[in-house]
């Protein structure tokens, strides 16, 4: 009891030291939370500090992120690092930065900062424990009252108790004060306990700064079976230090010299002890399959098929391939035909119904803790989750996303389910990988391709059937492109992926048949772009080139082809983008492809513009 | 009763008749609601077919998209549409689309195909009505019980009890079987009732089939004090025609024509009656305040001032000059400056706490009756909402979205907050606006003119205090850029936007102690981007520029640039484009422009590189 206090004094006096030495950060919303890890640090947490990979560690995910002063002072307790680091907070170069940072610190799983992250990653952290890994290590997340109002979180809530994730504990801080005033509910901890208990959790209401009691709950909700807990404690913002303990005006503010000199003496003065944290028993993950050899699937040239169906055919193939390949869908698995992966491999996919959020940031969970994740919806909903896409990169996730239904192709569906800014956003993600297939064979070529690539990678496959143009086993390298159509006479060339290639490769027949050559590329590797192709189509054609494609007109191929001419001289340029730039309708694909300006009869009235 | 007995059989029977038509839909997701709305649309109610704009009608809002055929039938029945068009459905050039779309039938006020989306735009509707307008119109939102595991439907629960929405009523249809099989609640009516409960919500069971009981708990919901009532009607999915009622592998699929012919015998035959609807008292929205003469804040040239703090000194001034105007905000007032705006109209102020598919949706629920609207947050944070966003473009909505701290230069709090992917997000929004102003007085005049503009509107604000160049009162049209240094012997010509407009200027300055003159262009209308400046730029500069960007390398300033050059030949261009590449960290804003890549040393570095 005496050294959680003397430990809680010692959080929150380092998380002011370094705030104040910074002359930023958030020290009161660090100070709310130290008794509550206090006693999580010395007597509930089980890590490893010299071995923050090992796979039976716990996690701690500290979902208000803003908090990290505290994080970093545990750290600094249990040793992981020196009292000289912390006080580089903040600092250019440092590894404790603003919010929580993967990419610098071992500690730390996964990026925080933009709310309502941590309690979805944590179920995907808790789903491996459980059902991958097999292993009893717990998923603790330190959450916010303010984020309690973002809906991802009740995203997660739903799923944790849908997948009966008992050995995941969420922590809410309930200090009642925002970054701009009183949240929502204040400090009803009942209402924040009904809502949770209302999604199938256990609740524990709680003094967060009675040690005791925080010990009570914490033993509680380990002792939970086959349901999530979380523990609503009532804390005080800026605790510890009167003049701004339960202040409004104090987010986000570092004590200038004299606040934290009074503070600091308020708190019993400096200290630097060191606590020792409980290591994991030593268990090993799961085993999973043996891996097969890779038979991908062929599909015969002059045949059609949906690159999404080759997509479902060729991840069952990759997946007895490689036996750390998980999978989760949106409840769309029918039309993803992520479907197939789970018909073959019941025990390795996760359904999130629909919940797009919770898709990716559950990705992000299992992909951290060492998972091959793919996780498919259609390409329109991925925008749902591209807060979460983000945060993914900056946690140094890799994960494979693939989204289907793009474009106008879709046809009688209508906009609303057409994928039409998926290739602006995905390209727009740190480090992304971008593909876009055009026939089936391409389609598997690419899809084992993917699942080997780091980082943030996105596949767009097409509902319509598309006619089958390469042959089994061609292979097709990331940031490459294919010539399709090529002749010395070329006078055009045009640029293309996905259904508009097919529409190029007709307006090519077309074309010839009037003794008008035209060059046509298939560039399935929208992200890293080709440039030497289109270079070389441009010292071929006097420059005239069409780029064409089934997607807004902004930010997608177009924009990325238009990159391959940057950073170097070029000498004359004539490039036509064909791209959608009303809002479409319904009715059939065909329909929609001409009235979108993307068919085969725009191609050839765009080539023929140029001449 | 009777009545309602046949009107929901002819509800049924034209669901099945259109989509059997159409050869593609979503009957059995028709068939379940039709009894909830046969009741509703006959006796609840309140609608002037003739004038769908009035301002008092009830608003109906189909969250669960798909089933549309229902909501076309119902018009049938009312007599806004024929039965012929009717038989239209999802067409090319119908107004009758695979979902709902405003963009053609004036009946529809939302788009919706995109699940969770109605509730929470449900909620800005009944947020108008009460807070607004204050007229007494309902706001009925059916909602499918798997899109309940949206989210965002749960910020719209939150958000609902805080604003007291009596005359928000959901309906939950909940049918048990979603796209690819049962929800994760399945027939759970408890579950669902007691989940809205702890939101505080009234909750009503009932069998959604039983026509005394729908007459019933409507009128109970009508009764509702200051709390949102949601319903919970337990249905089957394909109710009437026995061969596919509540079962498996039905969503999405017409029947074939044997299929409804025997369906349509065992709900009766074809019937073709007309209901009569109830018209809403004729009451007038509450007259908004006299428009004042707008007096825009005015900065001092060689000052300073961040463009956010300008936001919301402009937004004060043109929220006197435009009565109609409604701010909303993520709970981070404080820092968009949006807070100034609240300070000054607290009536028109709505805080959306930290949920922001709420924000955006709230403001497509108050824009479609009529109201201007600016909604802000961290620019880093409407990535939350982009297919809330992509939605309010199809919805035909007109609001304005402000993203504050943009890009690596706000600093110490690192790269969760910074908007990097904003810009290439935003142009990607069909017909959207985007703009980024330098200083303060541009702000001022871009804020004033962005609440005139139709569509999706962006502007970006900078955390940091940016050098005040342009005197007050000076004019900056959308779609234009202004040309901020020149002479005819410019060598290379940097254009900018932002913050690295004044790192572009430091650049000028040092260039031109060297002997070298470059041209500086501030791109502020990123969209549409000005196009004659570019090519002038490189007509008198033999195509030597330079795009500086605070964003990602994709999809931004830099692409918006390039494409201007598509669509007409260019003799000679060597265009550099310097963006954000690597994940940035903390530290004090210029070590990390200059990081980036972005400072005035790396445009001077990129402007020699071109000599």
Redesign the interface.
Known sequence: MNDWKELAAQLRIDSIRCTTR?G??HPTSAMSAADLMAVLLSKYLRYDWADPAAPNNDRLIFSK?HACPLLYAMYKAAGAITDDELTTL?????RL???P?P??LPYVDV??????QGLPIGVGMAINGRYVDKLPYRTWVLLGD??M???????AF?KAQ?YKLDRLIGILDMNRL???GP??LGWDAA?YA??A????WRAIELDGHDLEAIDRAYAEALAAKDKPTLLVAKTIKGKGYSAVENKDGWHGKAFDEDQAREAIAELGGERSSTVSTARPEAARPAVPPDAKPLELPAYKVGGEEATRKAYGDALVAVGAHRPDLVALDG?????THT?EFKKAYPDRFFEM??????LVSASVGLAVLGKRVVASTFA??F??A??QI??A??SNATIHLVGSHCGVSIG??????MG??DL??M?????STVLYPCDANQTAVLVDAMVDLPGITFLRTTREKTPIIYPPGEQFPVGGSRVVKRSDEDQVAVIAAGVTLHEALKAHESLKSEGVLIRVVDAYSV?PIDRETPHQAARDTD?RLVVVEDH?F???L???V??A?????????????LAVR??P????PA??LH?AGIDADCIIKAVKSLL
């Open positions: 910074a930023s950060g992120g903040r600092e250019f170069g440092s930065q603003g919010h940072n990419h610098v990026a925080t900062g933009s709310l309502g303010s984020e109002a973002e809906g991802s979180n009740w995203e739903d849908y925002g970054q701009r949240t929502d209402d009904a809502r208990r209302s999604f199938g409840e769309v698995s029918n039309s479907d119904f629909i919940a797009e959020q919770q329109a909903f925008t749902r591209l807060d983000r945060m990169s900056l009688q569906d209508g906009p609303s389910q039409l800014e602006a956003m390209r727009a993600v740190c480090g992200k420059g807004w902004e930010g997608g177009g924009d990325a238009l990159d001419f940057a950073g170097a001289r070029i000498d004359g340029l004539d490039v036509v983008k009303d809002m309708g319904s009715g059939e329909k929609l009235a």
